[in-house]
Structure formats: structure tokens, C-alpha cells
């Protein structure tokens, strides 16, 4: 079972070569020593102007490049696309900030790889996960949020908002998940793949992960309000039948 990896960035200059370094050689080794085959990387740049994409040039990683921001949805969008053309099976979606730690990606396939799963939920929260500098706003925006996911799926989870996840690519090929939808161009695109693996009965396992936030005050594009209504608004609009 080939497994691909898709990291979209947007500006990391700074952060985005030193996650590439946990790639190798370590993390393929302990890949395939667990029989995980980690096949490919795919670095999608959503417009970068800071001079990242000269950072991935000199890294010499797969990568693609939006002439202008899209959002991270229409990143991941690209990512998936280019690992289903590669003939990929599974695909596992992480940060590019170093948030994620390439070397839990054994652990977040494995239940894939076992058959327990189609799509594995990375938590900081779930036993055994672990997750540092977290502002206490976003703490409690999170544990809101993942309440209300609860609630309104009927199904107990511990991290919605963590966007280290991995699934079967084989899932895109059901017709009712349309990812080409252009409301899902920011953040709506991966909670909107959440919710249809749960309310269609897909098989979902969280596994622990740590989350580790820089200590300093920028630790997140997301902005206020803005970005946190396109995180809450597909569990909002497709429960509503709203949206499909």
C-alpha cells in the first residue's frame, strides 16, 4: 500500500526546510520497518512571497505552486490530485510549520494499514498525545468546537481541528464527496471530508500525536472569526442539507 504525504504552505521560509529534514533518512527507514512504505512528499505552495519557494527548490521535493493564495483547501485539493496520479493509496495530510512530526506518520497509517480504518484523526488530546505552547484561547476554541462535533454527529472525538489526518485515497472516488466544490477552497475542504467520512458510516480511528506551537505569539494564519467560520461552516451547512 503506497503511501503519499501532501504538506500545504503558505509563507514558511523559516519552518518548512527544517520539516523536510525529518524526512531523511530516518523517517523512511522506520517506515518500512513497519512495512509503511512512505513513497512521496508533495509540497504544495499556495502562493508564497516570502521565498519559500526557493526553500523547496534547494530541498528538492515534489512541489507544486499557485501563482496567487487559493486558501489551504484548494493546496490540499492539489496534493490529493497529484498523489491519486501517482497511483497512491493513502494519503496523509500534515503542517508545514512543524507543528507535525513527520516520524508519528507510521503511527497514524497503521490502523489503515490493519484494516481498522479508512480515515485516522490525529489528537493531541486522545491518550498518549501530548501538545505544548497551546494558547489557552485556541485550547478552549478547539475543545468547543470538537464538543459541538460531538453533539450535532452523535459520535464521541477528542480533536477535530488537528490537521494531521490520513485516509484511503479510494474515499475521493465516492460520489458523494465532491471535493472540486469551490466553497471548499479554505479550511472548509478538510472538515468537510470529516464530516462525510463519519455521517457515511466510513471507518474513523483517532490516534495520539503531539502538537508542538512555537512559543512566540505567531503561531497561526488562521485568523479571527473569518477563518474560524470556515472551519465551523461545513458541519453547519451539510447538516442543514444546505450544502453537499
Known amino acids: 500500500m503506497k503511501v503519499g504525504v501532501v504538506i500545504p504552505v503558505y509563507n514558511e521560509k523559516n519552518r518548512i526546510g527544517e520539516v523536510l529534514a525529518r524526512f531523511s533518512p530516518g523517517l523512511t527507514q522506520a517506515a518500512l520497518q513497519r512495512d509503511i512504505p512512505l513513497s512521496d512528499v508533495v ?18 521535493v515534489a512541489h507544486l505552486r499557485h501563482s496567487q493564495r487559493q486558501g489551504v483547501g ?8 497529484y498523489l ?11 503542517a508545514g510549520n512543524g507543528k507535525d512530526e513527520p516520524a508519528e506518520i507510521p503511527r497514524v497509517v497503521a490502523p489503515i494499514f490493519s484494516g481498522e480504518a479508512d480515515y ?9 498525545g501530548s501538545f505544548k505552547n497551546l494558547p489557552i484561547s485556541r485550547y478552549l476554541m478547539v475543545k468547543g468546537y470538537t464538543w459541538m462535533w ?12 488537528n490537521g494531521f489526518r490520513a485516509y484511503r485515497l479510494s474515499l475521493l472516488e465516492d460520489e458523494r464527496i465532491r471535493l472540486d466544490q469551490e466553497w471548499l477552497n479554505t479550511y472548509e475542504l478538510e472538515y468537510y471530508i470529516h464530516y462525510k467520512v463519519l455521517s457515511l458510516g466510513y471507518k474513523f480511528k483517532e490516534v495520539a500525536v503531539s502538537k ?5 505569539t505567531n503561531y497561526s494564519k488562521i485568523r479571527p472569526i473569518l477563518d474560524w467560520w470556515s472551519i465551523i461552516r461545513p458541519l453547519v451547512l451539510l447538516r442543514l442539507g444546505i450544502k453537499k
Open 43 to 60: 509540497v504544495v505552495d499556495d502562493g508564497s512571497d516570502d521565498g519559500t519557494p526557493e526553500v523547496l527548490k534547494k530541498a528538492g
Open 84 to 94: 491519486r496520479a501517482k497511483h497512491m493509496e493513502v494519503a496523509v495530510v500534515m
Open 150 to 161: 460531538t453533539l450535532l454527529v452523535g459520535r464521541r472525538l477528542t480533536d477535530v481541528t
Open 74 to 81: 484548494s493546496a490540499i485539493r492539489d496534493g490529493l490530485d
Open 120 to 128: 485516522v484523526q490525529g489528537s493531541r488530546f486522545f491518550q498518549g
Open 212 to 216: 508542538n506551537y512555537p512559543s512566540r
